[in-house]
């Protein structure tokens, strides 16, 4: 009963975020997210949230060799619009590589800057402040 | 360059929005100065309000009580009567659309998007109790604008395509067939929406009024407005979806010109009314029950 109501709290203040503050999550990945601590996640997509004011993906990976459900952050509804996505760009199932930056709370969330797919093929999230984050950890890493 | 042309309409409005005083007069001198037409076109700006109460019911209803708080509103929240809005009377559901009906039955207001704040979706936002505003420009893409939510759409004046994504409000598309404004509206699919007290409903459709009558992503809205005199619009919206009704049905009714000189757009921001409705049973279990009460005495 008590892990219900932290969900259906976690959930009210994802949506009241989504429909209220707008700005907030848009300049957050630093109090959100951890730049030092990257996370490789592969797996199945098991949703794909439109919703604003970032757009999620829920996906099954195996960690440590158990299936975790994670939910990746990606750009506003609007920025992944104007790259040419659509309802047919994520089905659920498909497979997807994604290297991304762990929430600061030690919970299943991490923000990405793209997805990978198992052929190698590439596709940005829309995610600006984490594309600059990914790319200079690219940077330092060379 | 369109979308600029809109905005700057807007940001017009907006300005003139801000003095009381100026903007009464202005208004009133700039509805004698509006033109008749505009390109060509039936000039369809201004501040336009339905007087009915379809919102309630689309179909004939008689008066009632609040179906959830009569004990605490009586007659304030209780529903006026209406013959309805549809033409040939009833709306024409398939046997297997009337469970999901039924279910919105049993939870009117509390299952209703209005009562959470939602974006009310097309023909609802249309004859909501709360005026809007259109905002045309020349041969260009229209604005309407919605008191209630802050909601919007823009009505993309070129051919009809599959709209991306399903959104809350669908994706409006127009064109004129003679001097009527016609909008094809797609794609309304809210998506997984949450419900009071922790439900969450994984696959929402759009209700059509607080009685729980509902369209679903695959609807087709075809909206026609057309003007009938300065201050009338002859206002109709058909809906076809063969998942759900046996054919397609249409209502009608005029939309009035808000002529007061000083009419205007208010705020209707109501996310924050609906917070106690959506999250009251996240407080404490000892606070929840007084809260009605103390409200009652008040």
């Not at chain 2, 936002?125 to 893409?141: E, K, L, R, T």
């Amino acid at each position: 009963m008590q892990k219900k109501k932290w969900t259906a709290a976690a959930i009210g203040a994802v949506l009241a975020v989504s429909t209220a503050g707008v700005a907030v999550a848009h300049h957050s990945f630093a109090t959100e997210f951890d730049r030092n601590k990257p996370i490789r996640l592969e797996g199945k997509v098991v949703k794909f949230e439109w919703v604003n004011p970032h757009s999620w993906i829920h996906l099954d990976a195996q960690v440590n060799g158990r299936t975790q459900r994670w939910r990746v952050e990606g750009g506003a509804p609007s920025a992944l619009l104007r790259r040419g996505w659509n309802r047919n760009s994520l089905p659920a199932g498909t497979e997807i590589i994604v290297d991304a930056f762990r929430a600061r709370d030690g919970d299943t969330r991490a923000s990405a800057a793209e997805i990978r797919f198992p052929n190698g093929r590439e596709l940005s999230l829309g995610n600006p402040t984490t594309e600059a984050v990914a790319a200079a950890a690219n940077r330092a890493r060379n | 360059m369109k979308r600029v042309s809109i905005l700057a309409a807007a940001v017009a409005a907006f300005v003139m929005a801000g003095s009381g005083v100026a903007y009464a007069q202005a208004s009133a001198q700039q509805r004698t100065q509006q033109p008749e037409r505009l390109e060509g076109k039936p000039n369809l700006n201004g501040v336009w309000q339905a007087m009915n109460t379809a919102n309630w019911n689309l179909e004939p209803h008689s008066a009632g009580p609040n179906p959830v708080a009569d004990r605490q509103v009586g007659a304030i929240g209780a529903i006026p009567a209406g013959l309805g809005v549809i033409e040939g009377g009833t709306i024409p559901y398939k046997t297997e659309a009337l469970e999901r009906l039924n279910a919105h039955k049993a939870n009117l207001i509390n299952h209703d998007p209005e009562a959470a704040c939602y974006l009310p979706g097309i023909p609802r936002a249309s004859y909501m109790p709360y005026p809007f505003q259109i905002v045309q420009g020349g041969n260009d893409d229209l604005l309407m604008v919605y008191e209630y939510a802050n909601a919007n759409r823009v009505i993309e004046m070129r051919d009809v395509e599959i709209p991306p994504i399903d959104t809350w409000m669908g994706t409006s598309y127009g064109r004129w067939d003679g001097d009527t404004l016609v909008v094809v509206t797609l794609s309304q699919g809210p998506g997984e929406v949450k419900l009071p007290a922790g439900v969450m409903e994984p696959n929402g459709v759009t209700w059509l009024d607080r009685a729980g009558n509902y369209l679903s992503p695959t609807a087709t809205v075809t909206e026609r407005f057309t003007k009938m005199g300065d201050n009338h619009i002859q206002y109709s919206a058909t809906v076809e979806d063969p998942e759900l009704y046996t054919r397609p049905w249409t209502i009608s009714m005029p939309l009035y010109r808000r002529i007061e000189p000083n009419a205007q757009l208010l705020e209707f921001r109501c996310v924050p009314f609906s917070e106690m409705l959506l999250y009251g049973d996240l407080l404490e279990e000892s606070a929840a029950p007084a809260a009605p009460a103390a409200e009652a005495a008040e």
